[in-house]
């Protein structure tokens, strides 16, 4: 049979968090772009890349056929 509701849930969930938390680390780092010291410009763009990283990590950890009805329903 196909992936399981409740497998497909989490992946969905931890697919929708971790673009979630990419988009607010954009956010952050555009509002800091426009007159902020470099030191907190540099804390955006490791959040931000901490945070891609995280959407990659979900996206490989998850199992592909899980990830791919997660993603159709979002």
């Known amino acids: 049979g196909g992936p399981l509701e409740t497998d ?3 992946a ?3 697919l929708e968090s971790a673009q979630s938390s990419v988009t607010s680390a954009r956010a952050k780092l555009a509002e800091l772009q426009s007159g902020s010291k470099p030191s907190e410009i540099q804390s ?3 959040s931000l890349a ?3 990283s995280n959407l ?3 996206m490989h950890g998850a199992k592909e056929t899980d990830l791919m009805v997660a993603m159709e329903q979002v």
């Open 8 to 10: 497909v849930r989490a």
């Open 12 to 14: 969905r969930a931890s």
């Open 44 to 46: 955006a763009q490791s």
């Open 50 to 52: 901490s945070a891609q």
């Open 56 to 58: 990659a990590s979900t």
